[in-house]
């Protein structure tokens, strides 16, 4: 009996140390940016700055956008505990114009893995001078 409780009490202490695995964690300042109103041609940009508020190094295994419009460009090397990284979003609105809500996708080894952030906005048209109709005369003989 003395035995079984012994062996049983080893078990429990195992499975406490592994919940106590140390683990990356990421915080970001902001999850969403709104730009307003932009002109046509723009390429609209933000930076989301993120923490590591873990006690393990923060890897980011990938960072992909809803759509080809938007382009992700992000911190590469591990995040130590306690230091910060920085996810930038490209949003080409050549050819698009009104609004638009994109969203980029954040998969890390954190316990909290998988994050979403969001941009939006509304892209006013290029204006377009007015053209007179083209009048083609044809001669009189």
């Not at 409780?5 to 078990?11: A, D, E, K, R």
């Not at 609105?93 to 893995?113: H, W």
Request: aromatic fraction near 8%; include cysteine.
């Amino acid at each position: 009996m003395k035995k079984f409780l012994l062996s049983s009490m080893m078990v429990l202490v195992g499975v406490f140390a592994f919940a106590q695995e140390k683990q990356a964690e990421i915080s970001f300042q902001t999850q969403s940016h709104d730009f307003g109103n932009i002109a046509e041609g723009t390429q609209a940009t933000v930076e989301f700055e993120f923490t590591n508020k873990g006690d393990a190094p923060l890897v980011l295994t990938s960072v992909s956008a809803s759509c080809g419009c938007t382009t992700p460009e992000w911190t590469k090397e591990p995040i130590m505990p306690g230091q910060t990284g920085k996810i930038k979003a490209i949003y080409n609105s050549t050819g698009r114009p009104g609004t638009f809500t994109k969203s980029i996708t954040v998969n890390s080894n954190a316990k909290n893995g998988t994050m979403i952030l969001t941009i939006k906005g509304n892209v006013e048209p290029k204006k377009v001078a007015p053209t007179s109709p083209v009048q083609n005369p044809t001669p009189n003989k």
